[in-house]
Structures are given as C-alpha cells and as structure tokens.
C-alpha cells in the first residue's frame, strides 16, 4: 500500500467516524424522546417500545463499528495495517476503500463466520 492510499483511507475513515458519531446523536435522541404527550396513547406507548429495540441494534452497531474505526485509525501508519491477521496476506485496497477497519481478507473473513 502505499503512502497516498493510507493517507486517503485515513481520511474516509475520518469522515466516517464524523458521520457514524452524529448519527449516534440521532439515534440516542430517538431513543430517548423527550417528547411526554404520548404518554397515555397505549399503542404509540407500545409502538415506541418496539422501535427502541430495533434502535438499540442500530446504536449497538454503529458504537461496534466506531470502535473498529477508531481502532484502526490508530493502526492505519503502522506496518500491520491492511494485512490479514489470519492468513497475514495483504487485504486488498479494493476492499480497505470499502470497509477500512478490515482486518481480515475476504476469504479469511468468510471462513472464521463459517460460510
Ligand atoms: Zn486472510
């Protein structure tokens, strides 16, 4: 890999952890309306518990993938960035541009969530 593509996958990764943190914000806002009208309306009550669960998932999975960013933001100069920690081949670029907190190929990847 070479300078000018870690200094491009630094900053797409950089604007994914601006874009994944606000829409932390949203989704938290979402989960915690402060909106006390609907109260006593059963069905928004019960609507409105079923779209927490699935905006729990949603925040779960966006503070995982924030995580992994910021990890890999931390490892994006060292040598150990872009290699596959299981096979320790290159990750190809195609992939990194993608999905930059790769830290499997996609055959390694496939083989460890047993497809
Ligand atoms: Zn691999």
Known sequence: MTREEKILLKESMKEEI???SSDLVDIRSKI???K???RC???AHLTQ???QSVLFKQYQECVNRLNRLNSAILKVDTEDYGICQECE???PIERLKLLPESIYCVNCL???SGL
């Open 18 to 20: 601006k874009k994944l």
């Open 32 to 34: 915690y309306p402060d």
């Open 36 to 38: 006390e009208q609907d």
């Open 41 to 43: 309306d059963k069905t």
């Open 49 to 51: 518990k079923l779209n």
């Open 89 to 91: 081949e290159p990750i």
């Open 110 to 112: 496939q083989e460890l």
